[in-house]
């Protein structure tokens, strides 16, 4: 049987100032217009709008804009206020009524944890591993119900990879790999830092509407995490190693940060999914160190990442733990 989660209503979470306001007396204006001329679809011709928009000013969804609002005043011959224009958000319509509280979404939170890389207009990561880019790509289009050609990507390597051909051929072999146009994908040289990575790709959604939503909507999901099933709470810890985690050779996993408050909301986590963990704090170096370490087949089952080599590296010291646990050892 498939599992329920709860929705949010992403009504709920936009912000007041990017709320549609509807001037005052707009409604008494439209009224007076139809009583005079006795229907919508004339009232449509006279403003050169559709009947639709009409009926959508009567009854306050959209707001009057300056052409019709003009002419209606002639119309009238009355003394209307003057127009005034009401600043909203500059902002792409979001289709979805509702974003599902799922483990998807946990994945998501998770991950912008530590990969966040976006502007005040976009929703992105910035990784260097292609599964967490395509994962991610998938679930903003899922959550969001956005098109593949609303996604923007950088590719970015050492100044030594750069030149025109290798530009051309990163395009076209990314494009493929993450369903984008290549249009959509520019690639550029980066500093000396991060010289043993050869490509860096940045993803970006932008809308500033769907960045507003998430950030309201992870706020509330942090509160309440912990009231979530455990498949909800596994994803954002997933989500987590994805990001900042690191897979020993012993098994066992370390999540590094900067003091915040995720790592011990994840201790908690871990103490729901009855992993064993232990958490130091670096004075130091002013980090905080969660460290996950069993039992091993809770580990594989609630924190197996996306990313192909942490999860390959995990899996394979479980196996070659387990292995080392049935064969007596030579003393």
Request: aromatic residues 8%; positive net charge; proline residues 5%.
């Amino acid at each position: 049987m498939e599992k329920c989660y709860p929705y949010a209503n992403i009504l709920d979470y936009v912000p007041e100032e990017a709320r549609l306001h509807i001037p005052s007396g707009q409604q008494k204006i439209i009224t007076a217009a139809l009583s005079r001329m006795k229907s919508e679809q004339k009232l449509a011709d006279y403003l050169n709008v559709s009947r639709g928009t009409v009926n959508d000013w009567k009854h306050g969804r959209t707001r009057i804009t300056f052409g019709p609002y003009k002419k209606l005043k002639s119309m009238l011959n009355e003394k209307m206020p003057d127009y005034i224009a009401v600043q909203t958000h500059k902002r792409k319509s979001i289709k979805t009524p509702a974003i599902e509280i799922s483990p998807l979404l946990a994945w998501v939170f998770g991950l912008r944890k530590g990969d966040r890389d976006e502007d005040e207009y976009s929703v992105g990561i910035g990784t260097s591993d292609l599964e967490i880019a395509q994962t991610f790509i998938n679930a903003i289009k899922h959550i969001m119900r956005v098109q593949p050609g609303e996604f923007w990507c950088m590719v970015t390597a050492p100044k030594d990879f750069i030149s025109p051909q290798e530009k051309t051929r990163i395009k076209n072999i990314y494009s493929r790999l993450l369903d984008l146009s290549p249009h959509t994908i520019r690639a550029c040289s980066r500093g000396r830092n991060e010289r043993h990575k050869k490509y860096h790709i940045i993803i970006r959604y932008y809308n500033r509407l769907a960045r507003i939503l998430l950030d309201n909507i992870e706020q509330e999901f942090n509160f309440h995490l912990l009231q979530y099933n455990t498949a909800v709470q596994a994803y954002y810890l997933k989500g987590l190693i994805d990001s900042e985690g690191t897979v020993r050779d012993s098994g066992k996993i370390d999540i590094v940060m900067r003091p915040n408050d995720s790592l011990e909301l994840c201790s908690k986590i871990a103490k729901n999914l009855k992993l064993r963990y232990r958490f130091v704090r670096d004075e130091k170096h002013n980090l905080i160190i969660l460290t996950l370490y069993g039992p091993a087949s809770l580990l594989v089952a609630h924190c197996n990442p996306v990313h192909k080599m942490k999860s390959e590296k995990l899996r394979g010291s479980i196996q070659y733990l387990r292995y080392r646990a049935r064969v007596p050892q030579q003393r």
